[in-house]
């Protein structure tokens, strides 16, 4: 009985190692594919992979860290003019701007507390003190908020 | 990637291994500059554990991750553990390699095989690392929104660490990730994955060395070998999020408390304690993990009353380092996530049991996940069976106990999804600690499967 087990345990080991033996090729094919991908972004386009990834607007994302102040703080309004931006990606840009945009500050309260405003798809009539300083199609837009 | 940030990264890490040294040296010392080499893997995620979870505690009493707070807290790490070394009568060896009798290495070609394809996959991951952009959700959804809310405010900001998503997880990574943005001098999230290829290498080393005097190369190294093909690992391991920590810290604190259990080294304890302390600061999964494992070594030590107690004592000190970070949540009016888990709220969800118990099981024996590597760690923990019930008790009630804990969390909340395959399923990526463990304890129940047995004299 014991040889059996000796003998088993050591096909355990030969199998673990056939597995790793099979699929190794595969798997650094796949690595060098993910950094050959890498490579082709710019460094810039890296910093902003999620956009990428969801497709939103890249100009909108780089816009709103170029106009708004560091100390700024800021809300973000979604709603159905944006195209046809899925519901998923409308509710990921908070998020993605909450991160890409420190250390401006996100406000969570009352939207009109906040001195920008980015609006992707938004109604910007709501904010009829708002001054619009960018603006692109489809719906999106950055304003300045009148305190 | 500037040179700048690279040397501040390396620099941080030299500091982990100082100060894991340190701590290295208090519990245990070495006895030859080659056995320090050995353990080189586990002193630096002892130092990441230990360094991470006081600046998590600097951050709950107001401090910031600054580097001087950073080089105050390892350097100070590393001198408190050098320090009590010396005080415990260690002193730095004198010889490079110790005069040992020459060990029989029977198949040592497989255990190089495996070390070169280890070799290249670390190799070719590190080139990932580098360029890698941030597109993993939560990392980009929270994991680094906080990190960089510590680098730009300097502290623990309420009004982003009370509304931000998941404001409850543990805030070990995220200190982690603004000690890495101080060190690089700008919060450089491309660069920012080499520290989680770091995390990765130190776990493959930690495992090697920890299992070298018992386990032979040709067990070892086939194990690791297929940890390098595993689909769900290539998928995570870089996204800068607390799965895959949590999976490294568990998987080397588990195997630290199986080698505990057959050699009896108290330093062993400790170095799991100091581990497991880490991974429940990572995740809150890691609580549920690190029950699964006090309860999996309390029945593999039935009888041993002693050890019991020292295993309760250890354990529960490393989750008393949670508390500092739970006191500020509750200062904060940070809820849990299962705080609608109560008694009667299960009762009203009885109907998920069954789906979460089926997603539990499909998902920790995915093949697209995970290939055959826990069926490979079960079969090898049966077959070691038949030399001694207590290592492969260990390893099969600890998976039994944290699957079933992994049950409890998707029927308790009604937010996340029961499907395998929806991304509200958490247990795609928790389940990875469980197959981390099976890497990490798997050459060892097949060493003791193999073991000769003693002839009675």
């Known amino acids: ?147 | 990637m500037s040179a700048h940030a690279a040397l501040g990264l390396v620099a941080l890490n030299a500091l982990f291994l100082v100060a894991g040294c340190g701590v290295l040296f208090a519990i245990r010392g070495w006895r030859s500059w080659s056995e320090l080499l050995r353990l080189a893997g586990l002193a630096y995620l002892l130092g990441v554990a230990a360094v991470t979870l006081i600046e998590t505690w600097a951050l709950v009493a107001g401090a910031s991750a600054h580097v001087a707070v950073v080089l105050a807290i390892s350097l100070g790490t590393a001198a408190a553990g050098f320090g009590a070394g010396a005080v415990l009568g260690r002193r730095p060896p004198r010889t490079l390699l110790l005069a040992e009798p020459r060990r029989r290495e029977p198949f040592l070609w497989l255990g190089v095989l495996g070390a070169g394809l280890v070799g290249l996959w670390l190799a070719a991951f590190l080139r990932v690392a580098q360029g890698q952009g941030l597109s993993e959700y939560d990392a980009w959804a929270f994991w680094t929104t906080k990190a960089k809310a510590i680098y730009f405010f300097g502290q623990l900001d309420p009004t982003v660490f009370t509304t931000v998503y998941n404001p409850s997880y543990p805030i070990l990574v995220p200190a982690l990730e603004a000690m890495d943005f101080h060190f690089m001098g700008a919060p450089d999230t491309t660069l920012l994955h080499v520290q989680f290829w770091a995390l990765l290498a130190g776990f493959v080393f930690a495992v090697a060395g920890l299992l070298r005097p018992r386990v032979p190369l040709a067990i070892v190294w086939p194990f690791l070998a297929l940890l390098a093909v595993l689909p769900g690992v290539n998928q995570q391991v870089l996204a800068p999020q607390g799965d895959l920590p949590l999976a490294f810290f568990f998987g080397v604190g588990a195997l630290c408390v199986a080698l505990w259990l057959l050699d009896r080294e108290p330093w062993l304890l400790l170095a799991a304690g100091v581990l497991s302390a880490a991974a429940m600061s990572t995740k809150r999964e890691g609580q549920l993990l690190v029950a699964g494992l006090l309860l999996g070594a309390v029945v593999a030590s039935w009888g041993r009353w002693r050890r019991v107690a020292a295993l309760v004592v250890t354990l529960a000190l490393a989750f008393a380092t949670t508390i500092p970070w739970q006191q500020w949540r509750s200062r904060h009016h940070v809820p849990g996530q299962f705080e609608n888990a109560s008694f009667h709220g299960l009762g009203a969800r009885a109907d998920r049991i069954l789906p979460a118990t089926h997603s539990v099981l499909q998902l920790v024996f995915s093949y697209q996940l995970w290939l055959v590597a826990v069926p490979i760690g079960l079969a090898a923990a049966l077959l070691a069976l038949r030399r001694g019930y207590r290592l492969p008790a260990l390893y099969a009630l600890t998976i039994a106990f944290a699957g079933a804990g992994f049950v409890w969390v998707l029927w308790a909340v009604p937010d996340f999804s029961t499907e395998a395959g929806s991304d509200q399923n958490p247990i795609r990526r928790a389940a990875s600690s469980i197959v981390l463990l099976t890497v990490a304890l798997g050459p060892l129940l097949v060493a003791q499967a193999l073991a000769r047995e003693r002839r009675p004299r």
């Open chain 1, 1 to 147: 009985m014991k040889p059996r087990l000796r003998l088993a345990a050591a096909a355990l080991v030969a199998v673990t190692l056939g597995f790793a033996v099979v699929e190794f090729p595969g798997t650094i094919r796949r690595l060098e594919n993910r950094s050959d991908a890498n490579a082709a972004l710019t460094r810039s386009d890296r910093l902003i992979a999620a956009a990428y990834a969801l497709d939103f607007s890249r100009d909108f994302v780089e816009e709103a860290a170029a106009l708004l102040p560091r100390d700024a703080s800021y809300v973000v309004e979604t709603g159905p003019n944006a195209g046809d931006t899925s519901g998923v990606v409308l509710n990921a840009i908070q998020p993605f701007l909450e991160n890409w945009l420190l250390p401006r500050r996100l406000d969570r309260g009352d939207p009109h507390t906040a001195g920008w405003l980015l609006c992707y798809g938004c109604d910007l009539s709501r904010f009829p003190e708002a001054r619009v300083v960018w603006r692109a199609d489809p719906g999106l837009a950055i304003a300045q908020l009148a305190r």
